[in-house]
Nanobody, 124 residues
Framework: VQLQASGGGLVQAGGSLRLSCAAS????????MGWFRQAPGKEREFVAV????????SYADSVKGRFIISRDNAKNTVYLQMNSLKPEDTAVYYC??????????????????WGKGTLVTVSS
């Protein structure tokens, strides 16, 4: 199984970036997808999750109203549209896949699959 994230980079505060993560190597039917991030010197934190059907989403309070998660099941790909970026959004962003929605939201240690991460740097 491989989760390939892309779309990170350097952006000025107030700008936007769109991350993508393509999953491959097995069937992901019924799997939920999400994003975590880890800033330098900080703990890894949950960012967002989207259900298999796309009808359910959850966000961390810190990104609610600024970030939008979506997915394309035909491409096994999850996206994270990040708007109104702030310097505190600077982090390595990781995509994840798991069959249990709540695991992604509250039990990251139990997540089945993690991507390698893509770096987002927001300058002030």
């Amino acid at each position: 199984v491989q989760l390939q994230a892309s779309g990170g980079g350097l952006v000025q505060a107030g700008g936007s970036l769109r991350l993508s993560c393509a999953a491959s190597g097995r069937s992901f039917t019924g799997y939920h997808m999400g994003w975590f991030r880890q800033a330098p010197g900080k703990e890894r934190e949950f960012v967002a999750v989207i259900s298999w059907s796309g009808s359910g989403t959850s966000y961390a309070d810190s990104v609610k109203g600024r970030f939008i998660i979506s997915r394309d099941n035909a491409k096994n790909t999850v996206y994270l549209q990040m708007n109104s970026l702030k310097p505190e959004d600077t982090a390595v962003y990781y995509c994840v896949v798991d069959p249990i929605y709540r695991t992604i939201v509250s039990s990251p240690g139990g997540i089945d699959y993690w991507g390698k991460g893509t770096l987002v740097t927001v300058s002030s």
